[in-house]
C-alpha cells in the first residue's frame, strides 16, 4: 500500500476547500420534502433511520405507513421506548392482498387523515409517509390534494415520502430526491429468504 | 379517481402470485454481506436504519465509523440507550481533514481492527462498517484483506458497508448492493445549509 503521497496533501486540501466553500454558500434554513424513490432496498430503512436522528435531537416525529406495516414490527417495537414518536400503522398489507379496490381507497383515506392531523400539528418537526407513493401509483390518493397539503405545511416541517415510482409531480415539487437503485438481489440471485434483522 | 376497475382484481391477484412463488422458491438463510453505496444521501442512515431494525429483534450490533463521526452523535445519543449496540467512532473526520497520509492511515488501521473483532465475536449478529468505501479508496486499507476477513466471517453474519465508490471487488463479492443516487439536491440547488435531523 502507498505510504508516501507527493499529491495527497494537495488533493485533500482541494477538497477541503471545496466543502467549506458550498457550506458557506448554504445559508438558508427549512423544512424539507425529501422522498426516497427508486427499486432498491433501503427506501423505509433510510426513512426511520433518518427518526432516528431526529429523536436523538429530541424532536418529535410522526410516522404513518401506508402500506406494509406488517414487516416492520422490530423497528415499531424499539421506537415505541419514546414518547417524543407517534408511529400509525394504518391498512397493514392492504394493497394488493385485498382484492377489494373499495376496502383499500377507504384504508387509504384513512391513512391520509392521520397523516394530514400531524402535518398540521406544530408539535411534529418531522412525518414520515411511508408507502405514499405507492398509494398514489394506484391512485387510492389524489395526488393534487396530497401536493396541496404538502405545500400549505409549516415552513420548517419536514416530510418524507418512500416507496418507488415516486408520481413526477411530487418530485418536482420535492427539495430532496434520492432514488436507490438494485445493482445486486440475494433472493433474485441467490435464492436466500427473507432473513430476520434484515427484511423485517 | 376511478373506484372501479375491472382489471384491478386481476392484476392483483397475478401480482400476489408473483410474490409468493418468489417467496417460495427462497429458502436459504445466511449471513448477507451489504453494500450502500453511490452519490446520494441515506447511506449511512439506510444502514444505521438496519441497526434499528436488528435491536428491535434483540440481535447485538456492533458499528464501526471510519470517517464522519462528528456528524451522527443523535444517532449515538440514541443507540447508547441500548445495551446490545456497540457504537465506535474512530477517526473522527480523519480523512482531508489531517492532511497528513500516515496520520490516516494509523487511524484507519485502528479502525479496522475494531472492525475485526466484532466481526470475529460470535455474540455480534450485524456489523456496521461506515464509510469504510471511502477508506479503501484512499487506498488507507488493503481491499484484498478486508474482502479476505468478510469471506472468512461465520455464516450467519450479516456485515453492511457504506460509502459511495464502492469497490468493483466489494460489489463482486457482495450478497446485496443497493446504490443510491441523487435526484435532487437543495444544497446544490437552492442554497439551503445543513439542518439538525435532517444532516446531523
Known sequence: MPTDDPNHARLIARRKA???????????????????TGPGKGKTTAALGMALRAIGHGMRVGIVQFIKGGQDSAERAVFSGFENVDFQVIGDGFTWLTQNRE????????????????????RYALVILDELNLVLKY??????????AFSARRAELHIVVTGRNAPQALVTQADLVSEIRVIKHPYREQGVKAQKGIEF
Chains 1, 2 share one sequence.
Open 103 to 122: 376496502q383499500d381507497i377507504a384504508t387509504a383515506e384513512r391513512a391520509w387523515a392521520e397523516a394530514e392531523r400531524m402535518i398540521r400539528d406544530p
Open 139 to 148: 391512485g387510492y390518493l389524489d395526488l393534487t390534494r396530497v401536493l396541496a
Open 18 to 36: 471545496g466543502y467549506e466553500h458550498k457550506q458557506a454558500r448554504a445559508t438558508g434554513e427549512k423544512g424539507l420534502l425529501i422522498v426516497f
